[in-house]
């Protein structure tokens, strides 16, 4: 399972807390406050047609490299995608994933960065976790 964020919305430091080195941390003001003043422009949510822009250009995108998509959700302000795995470096995909929503939302007159630094991903060795995983992101939807 694959999740990156959109710009500026989830800061390190959030009261949701946030994932850093594989490892889930809590809140802490000053270093969310630090995150604040280094934006260099406004935070990005998606909304109505610009999330199906992303999740077409994604899906069209998967095709590129003959993997499965088993479950997306783009959400305002984060990408979860549950995908079977393909002999590609997992840091390759999610940079043509990210790039290929972020060019199809400049197609339709978007400008500016999208997507924050980074990726989260969470394996799955079998079929019950991958199930779990795809159950998660439905859940997104």
């Not at 406050?33 to 069209?60: H, T, Y």
Request: aromatic share 10%; glycine share 10%; charged share 30%.
């Amino acid at each position: 399972m694959l999740t990156w964020t959109t710009y500026g919305t989830w800061l390190q430091g959030g009261e949701k807390g946030f994932v850093k080195d594989g490892e889930v941390r809590g809140e802490n003001v000053a270093l969310k406050m630090d995150c604040e003043e280094k934006l260099k422009g406004a935070p990005v949510r998606l909304r109505g047609k610009a999330k199906e822009i992303v999740r077409e250009a994604i899906l069209e995108a998967a095709k590129h490299f003959k993997q499965n998509i088993r479950a997306i959700a783009v959400c305002s302000n984060h990408v979860h995608i549950a995908c079977e795995y393909v002999e590609v470096p997992i840091g390759v995909l999610v940079g043509y994933y990210k790039n290929a929503g972020r060019k199809a939302l400049q197609k339709s007159g978007y400008e500016g960065k999208v997507w924050t630094r980074g990726y989260d991903k969470r394996y799955c060795f079998d079929e019950k976790s991958l199930c779990a995983r795809v159950d998660y992101v439905k859940g997104h939807i």
